[in-house]
């Protein structure tokens, strides 16, 4: 019989999808980072693992050994796959545990039967990558896995490498995931379209968004400029009107379903380019100094900490140093897109000018 703890961490949000919750709630993970099990029975595949807290690994295995309807031969094989949106480590942390598990349930009563492992799947990050140290992390624990639950890849490596438009198809042919490579809120960002195969009245399919889009607040990113990129490709899927692309609900890393996706990726790109108006706004102003006087004499430049101030002026100055992350990663966009100029300086104190119009 379930628990009251595992129905409120286990939902079944269709026939082919089951969300259990990683249970790291938290500032930036909001209610805990979404795990999916994707498939009508065994083996299924599993997107995400959370990051490694021990209250997961009770709610993955409940969800496992739940009685299924349906006979089927895979009793030696639980999940076929494991797919890594992306290299935070709260959507890899857990692969040890899991794995364990998957290779724990099989040996209690198949032990004379060969496990079938899973393969473990993530899209390749830029050689020169920003964030080292979460590679570093990822890296540290790839190395940690032992080769017998997982199968490795033909270069031996436990990660097989993801690509664009690659197709996954769950053991009974009845569902399929697309692979679309989204980088912006980390370079090697994916978000997977769910399609219902045996859906005969062809209604939209789904996106598993991962970090992309959340279900409640605006999703971080380290590159602006390819985020808004990939965001608008998503949108341009929706609107395509392609059955075999477009797509409806979202299925977030953190979050609750979102029923109209691209809704709410149009009012992330809205919110986007009202915060870069604003800031346009600003750098076309003369900077005041605390004492309401002007100051030109720098060819009228901001500092990030300036621009913040008075965009976030209304809301409490704990607040500000996280906004000076996302005006900093504003600015950059505009200098590629040649509107500004960085004229020096570290941090949020860096300053900034603003290009005239070509």
Sequence with gaps: METLETLLNVSKLNDYVIRILGQNPGKFTLQGTNTYLIGRHPPFILVDTGEGRDEFLPLLEATLRQPRTQSTPYSNCLVSDIIITHRH???????????????????????????????????????????????????????????????????????????????????????????????????????LLLRDLTDVDEQPNSLFTADSVLGQGTAVFEDLSTYLESLQRLLSLHEERNVKASFKAVYPGHGPVVADGPQLISTYIRHRREREDQIVGVLSRPVATQKGELVGKLGDTWTIWAIVGEIYKEYPENLWLPAAHGVGLHLRKLERDGRTRCLGGESINQRWTLLPKV
């Excluded at 492992?117 to 080292?132: A, G, M, T």
């Excluded at 399929?176 to 809120?185: A, C, F, K, Y």
């Design 89 to 191: 480590r709260d959507h890899f942390g857990g692969l040890p545990s899991v794995l364990e598990l998957l290779k724990r349930i099989h040996m209690e009563g198949n032990a004379d039967a060969d496990l079938v492992r899973p393969r473990i799947h993530k899209y390749p990050s830029p050689p020169k990558s920003e964030s080292l140290s979460h590679e570093s992390d990822l890296q540290s624990i790839l190395s940690s896995l032992p080769t017998s639950t997982y199968i490795p890849s033909s270069a031996g490596s436990p990660i097989h490498d993801l690509w664009e438009s690659q197709n996954f198809v769950t053991s009974d042919g009845t569902v399929s995931l697309t692979v679309l490579h989204t980088p912006g809120h980390t370079p090697d960002s994916i978000c």
